[in-house]
């Protein structure tokens, strides 16, 4: 088994665990797209991003990557809800450039860290994705996971909304990759 904090590499992507030499490429990058932070429950955008991130940061239960394309910088994705004793683990948090959003990046990372995370011991990996945002659920059902339902009024964003999000999941059992 791999150490799930470790750096990753996939299919021409690489995840490294977040440190605060990051901190400047992630925060512009962020800054790229700041119309959609609306649909996120915490908001990178720039006049949010360094209590954000700080906050963030600082929960016990979850590792951060930024992310690569090659060499460039393109974004952020997260372990969180990491519980070892159950094997469950969420993907998440996760904020791609623009340009790289529609080009099949999202499935080469996703299938990184469900790599990853399945190395790892962990049986089942849930993504949590807000009700509004359409295409993050077409990207759940294009890389296979069960849509299990919707936590109605789960929780209230950054901005106020009060979310319902839907939840998918990915058994290690369902999960088809080339290799483990």
Known sequence: MSDLAAPMTGDGCSALPFSEEH???LKAACAEDRDIWSIYSVSFDPDH???????????PDMETFVLFEGGEFAGMSSFLAIEP???????GGT???????GTGFNRRVKD??????????YRRT???VDARNARSQAAMARLGA????VLRADRITWNGHVRDTVLFSILRDEWVAEEL
Do not use: H, K, Q
């Open 23 to 25: 901190r400047a490429a």
């Open 146 to 149: 069960t849509r299990e339902g």
């Open 126 to 128: 849930e993504f949590r």
């Open 95 to 101: 904020y791609y450039r623009p340009p790289l959003r």
């Open 112 to 121: 990184m860290m469900l790599r990853r995370a399945f190395n790892c011991g």
């Open 85 to 91: 004793a159950r094997g469950v683990l969420e993907i």
């Open 49 to 59: 991003f360094d209590a954000s991130l700080d906050a963030w940061l600082a929960r």
